[in-house]
């Protein structure tokens, strides 16, 4: 049985956002609980870390968090070359982790602001 295109496209797909987020995870742990910080450490890990996001092919993704997703693995990448101090890298990529944590639980978790009210019609 021969797979469509469109199943090879999908697959392929779901291991680059996999890819993606293995990524920002293991730069996220080193970057939360290492004890001591240093450039040359943070530089090697992600070396180790983009060895496994080279295997795979870049898709084209099309959902906003997916493109944020990417954006600051991207993000990352360029500041391991960059002349900043180790704890300045460290606040920029937490900081931008954590807005895209927020944007992605933002819909997730909608309050109802007249709860009491949607329900008035049925007395």
């Known amino acids: ?11 392929n797909r779901l291991r680059y956002i996999r890819a993606l987020e293995r990524f920002h995870k293991a730069v996220i742990s080193y970057l ?38 990417q954006t600051l693995v991207k993000k990352i990448i360029f500041l391991k070359e960059s002349d900043k101090e180790i704890e300045d890298i460290k606040d920029e990529i937490l900081y931008s982790s954590n807005q895209l944590d927020k944007s992605i639980n933002a819909r997730r978790y909608k309050k109802d602001k007249h709860a009491s009210s949607k329900y008035d019609d049925w007395l």
Do not use: F, H, W
């Open 32 to 69: 939360t609980n290492s004890p001591e910080l240093k450039k040359e450490a943070y530089v090697k890990k992600i070396d180790n870390a983009l060895k496994v996001l080279n295997r795979i092919e870049e898709v084209a993704l099309y959902k906003g968090e997916l493109q944020d997703l």
């Open 1 to 11: 049985m021969a797979t469509s295109n469109k199943v090879i496209e999908n697959s």
